[in-house]
């Protein structure tokens, strides 16, 4: 049974873009300025994974788009946003999250006190179709999330991390998006916990048609699943391409997943190899 987490819309036209981020500037306090000129896109029902070192400014580029940057004192100084068509960094986040654009934040931040199916219901706060529309979304929500339905009576503070993330995907869906712009994913968990949401992930961007944007460290499972691939390096964006090409790329091979010419470099050698970043020079 596939979750009708959207209306039903005339066919997208190939090639259409979602969210596009043109030279986008993000400033901290006023002085510090931690994006320098930001630009990509994501297509309709695509899967673009956004890859950097901790500190890269994968986070900010998210942020920006879901408007959470003022929280924390930072704000878009140049560049548009785009989302669906219109120029969003100046609506508030849960206008943005009306128009379909939800983000799952890093660390998954459910609400420790409330059971898993009181933290998924929170997802549906924005909407106006009625507690027999939610409820049905609810019980179809469950049909991809089986171990969280296991579990929808505990207090989410109390499951794994892995059904944390579970819930906190979950959620979202609860809002009806159109995007999910996910961070940092498979932060703590386990491999085989990782595989299993990344599945998922896989199967809620084919059968739902909903776009992602994963933002992660681990370059190796994000390129697996996804298309297209845009690399941060000091909040600039200094490499991108098709999944595959990335991927197989020996740079990247080298510096984000420790390996060169088919052998793992030690951390050491990953050191001296990530100061002088080839592309960068």
């Given at each position: 049974m596939s979750i009708a987490m959207q209306p039903k819309t005339a066919p997208a036209a190939v090639n259409s873009t979602i969210l596009s981020l043109n030279n986008v500037e993000v400033v901290y306090d006023h002085v510090i300025l931690v994006l320098k000129g930001v630009s990509l896109e994501v297509p309709v029902r695509g899967i673009v994974a956004l890859l950097g070192a901790n500190g890269a400014g994968k986070t900010t580029t998210l942020k920006a788009i879901s408007n959470l940057l003022h929280s924390e004192r930072g704000e878009v100084t140049k560049g548009s946003i785009l989302f669906d068509g219109e120029e969003v960094q100046a609506r508030s986040p849960n206008e943005l999250v009306r128009r379909g654009c939800?983000?799952?934040?890093?660390?998954?931040?459910?609400?420790?006190?409330?059971?898993?199916?009181?933290?998924?219901l929170t997802g549906a706060f924005t909407r106006r179709d009625g507690k027999s529309a939610i409820n049905a979304d609810l019980d179809l929500v469950y049909t991809y999330f089986p171990r969280i339905k296991e579990r929808r009576?505990?207090?989410?503070?109390?499951?794994?991390?892995?059904?944390?993330?579970?819930?906190?995907?979950?959620?979202?869906?609860?809002?009806?998006?159109?995007?999910?712009?996910?961070?940092?994913?498979?932060?703590?968990?386990?491999?085989?916990?990782?595989?299993?949401?990344?599945?998922?992930?896989?199967?809620?961007?084919?059968?739902?048609?909903?776009?992602?944007?994963?933002?992660?460290?681990?370059?190796?499972?994000?390129?697996?699943?996804?298309?297209?691939?845009?690399?941060?390096?000091?909040?600039?964006?200094?490499?991108?391409?098709?999944?595959?090409?990335?991927?197989?790329?020996?740079?990247?091979?080298?510096?984000?997943?420790?390996?060169?010419?088919?052998?793992?470099?030690?951390?050491?050698?990953?050191?001296?190899y990530k100061r002088r970043k080839r592309w960068l020079a």
């Open positions: 939800v983000q799952v934040m890093e660390g998954r931040h459910c609400f420790g006190h409330l059971t898993i199916e009181e933290n998924l009576g505990a207090m989410a503070g109390y499951t794994s991390g892995g059904e944390q993330q579970m819930c906190a995907i979950g959620r979202a869906l609860m809002s009806r998006p159109k995007m999910i712009l996910l961070d940092e994913p498979s932060m703590g968990l386990a491999p085989q916990i990782v595989e299993e949401i990344f599945e998922i992930v896989k199967t809620l961007n084919s059968k739902e048609n909903v776009s992602f944007l994963l933002a992660e460290q681990n370059t190796y499972m994000a390129l697996k699943y996804a298309r297209y691939g845009y690399i941060l390096e000091n909040g600039r964006v200094v490499m991108d391409g098709d999944a595959k090409s990335l991927a197989e790329n020996e740079d990247v091979k080298e510096f984000y997943l420790g390996i060169a010419e088919g052998k793992r470099k030690s951390f050491r050698e990953g050191k001296h």
